[in-house]
Nanobody, 128 residues
């Protein structure tokens, strides 16, 4: 099993930046594709970005392309989400998630059933 802990959430103004970090531990996190999801109040959880085990392949939701960057450091077992040009509709709880070890699926990365482990979430609030 792998364990995930998110950090870095907070309150930021429109147009500002924030970096979320997901610390992974346990069963070989570096061998798992990872993703960030978010859930806004009253809305379903949605995929934000995903990254392959090596970090070479990255996928993004259309709503965050050009503004958010996902990255990972396998030496530190961390996955970050750099968020720039934040908008009011980026307000949500952000979750880190891990896929099954050595069974990456970046084509269908938005499918929540591909993810075996989820973090507890970190709140991001964008204010005007």
């Amino acid at each position: 099993q792998v364990q995930l802990v998110e950090s870095g959430g907070g309150l930021v103004q429109v147009g500002g930046s924030l970096t979320l970090s997901c610390a992974a531990s346990g069963d070989t996190p570096s061998e798992r594709a990872m993703a960030w999801f978010r859930q806004a109040p009253g809305k379903e959880r949605e995929g934000v970005a995903a990254i392959s085990q090596s970090g070479l392949t990255k996928m993004y939701a259309d709503s965050v392309k050009g503004r958010f960057t996902i990255s990972r450091d396998n030496a530190k077992d961390t996955v970050d989400l750099q968020m720039n040009s934040l908008r009011l509709d980026d307000t949500a709880v952000y979750f880190c998630a891990a896929q099954t070890r050595n069974r990456p699926n970046l084509v269908s990365w938005r499918r929540e059933d591909l993810y075996t482990t989820w973090g507890q979430g970190t709140q991001v609030t964008v204010s005007s």
